[in-house]
């Protein structure tokens, strides 16, 4: 066996095991939808203003509110030590937190500007989730994401539409990740013939 095997045989056990453990990623897409919708909320019957911190507040909650729907989903919500792929993730959430800076002084001159570059900044950290997963539906995910942050941005349209197409698209591709990791488990693909080992 190649090295190049080898290597893709240890991708391919780590993917699996991420997707065993956060059943597919499904359910951050989902709590990330949530927090977009409470955003459209914040819009609708206050102000954008208000919006624009309820998004960051619950944009934190993402990672445990996800991690509560794993659990009533059936998943253990964690993956195996010494995944590679985790420190991944972990890079990936340290990148989006560094960007959240830069979307906020966009949005000081309009605050439909911040929910399109938050668009543009949750696009990219999805399509990092195409490796940590290994499903293409996160980079047309990442895609749809960034698309409809420049357009909508480009527009000028209200913050309504911003926050609305955003919590739109994640339900949309929640839900098919779902049905996805269902399919995938039924096909055998989700047992692991061995455990990960620890590199150290």
């Keep these: 066996m190649t090295k190049e095997s080898r290597m893709e045989m240890l991708l391919a056990e780590a993917q699996r095991d991420m997707r065993n453990g956060y059943y597919s990623g499904a359910t951050g897409i989902l709590a990330s939808a949530l927090a977009w919708a409470a955003s459209a909320t914040v819009v609708l019957f206050h102000s954008p203003e208000r919006a624009v911190w309820v998004l960051l507040i619950a944009g934190m909650l993402i990672f445990p509110v996800g991690l509560l729907l794993c659990r009533l989903l059936g998943a253990p919500g964690t993956h195996s030590k010494g995944n590679p792929l985790g420190q991944l993730a972990g890079a990936s959430t340290f990148w989006l937190i560094f960007s959240l800076p ?34 293409r539906l996160y980079w047309l995910l990442g895609l749809v994401l960034a698309l409809a942050g420049a357009v909508l941005a480009l527009l000028r349209v209200a913050p309504l539409l911003v926050v609305a197409a955003g919590s739109a698209i994640e339900f949309a591709f929640g839900f098919v990740a779902i049905m996805q990791h269902h399919r995938w488990v039924r096909s055998g693909n989700s047992s692991c013939p061995m455990p990960l080992r620890d590199p150290a």
């Design 102 to 135: 830069l979307a906020y002084v966009v949005g000081l001159s309009n605050t439909a500007w911040f929910f399109s570059a938050m668009l543009l900044v949750i696009g990219g950290r999805y399509l990092v989730f195409a490796t940590i997963y290994g499903m």
